[in-house]
């Protein structure tokens, strides 16, 4: 403990240092016998002295359940594309560890004694389907990586699900170039977002360019193919929210550029999918949308 700290309650301390937690759930945990202070099980707070050590014995978490069964696109012995299931994380976060594609990939690969395991080389959204890129060697995995920049020569094309995006038509595609900007999110601190429309003033600004062509016009919305020469976080849904047009069910990115607080980026709901991909060397890759990639 710091010095400052002496003689404060350890329930305090705690919360102070990792706010992720309030001081009742740190006082819980102690009776719970989850906390030692200088190697010593403890069964009730108390105060804290200079240079104790105290240790948090974490109990392990149990990850949801997630679809870990993908169909290959393309495989030449180092890169590998998969058609990604929505609701499948790619690496881990979010409270996924050993549920997502990264570990998944590692365990087959040890399963049939192959000697290197693919990696992930950009991460698709959880609950983004379609075209996820990996690669087995490192060199492979920095090219790709260099190509999936704003500056490579990758380009990809997504589905999205949308509602009814204002002046859109099927013969005149519409260019987006607004920024995806950092604004402030209570649950998160920082969340990638719209442009506000009110006095909040966003932390960064990332410039973002996306192409929207309208493939099919409906009751429940807007089907809209996406093509992205910018890879920025949540680019494509940020982009139809900026435009009033937020994807279908989408929890996060609401109408009037307005940002859930209750709700992160990882939160599902949308329909989304990494449909094509067109690489400097000029293979193209492409995958159909499974049949749950409907709305309502």
Known sequence: MKGSESGQMLSAVMASRYAHSPRDVWDSRIRTGELLLNGQSLQNDVPVGFRDVVQWRRPPWLE?????????????????????????????????????????LVETSRSAGASQAPKPVHRLGRFTSGLQVCARRPQTRARLSREFRPEGGCRKTYLAWTQPVAGLRADHPLVVTTDVVERC?????????????????????????????????????????????????????IHLAQLGAPLLGDPLYLPQQRI?????????????????????????LSCEAGSRFTPG
């Not at 003033?201 to 409906?218: G, I, N, Q, V, W």
């Not at 449909?275 to 293979?283: D, K, R, S």
Request: charge should be negative; hydrophobic fraction near 35%.
């Open 185 to 237: 999110h209570p649950l998160l601190g920082w969340v990638w977002g719209p442009d506000p429309r009110d006095a909040e003033t966003p932390r960064r600004r990332l410039p973002a360019r996306s192409e929207l062509c309208l493939l099919k016009r409906c009751d429940q919305g807007d089907l809209v193919e996406v093509a992205i020469s910018t890879g920025r976080p949540h680019q494509i849904r």
């Open 64 to 104: 949801p359940a997630i679809p870990d069964q993908w169909s290959v696109v393309y495989d030449d012995g180092d890169v590998l594309v998969i058609n990604k299931p929505s609701g499948l994380p790619v690496m881990p976060g979010g409270g996924f560890l050993q549920h997502t594609l990264s570990s998944l």
């Open 260 to 284: 859930n607080t209750a709700a992160v980026p990882g939160d599902g709901g949308y329909l989304l999918h990494a449909h094509t991909l067109v690489f400097e060397n000029g293979l193209h």
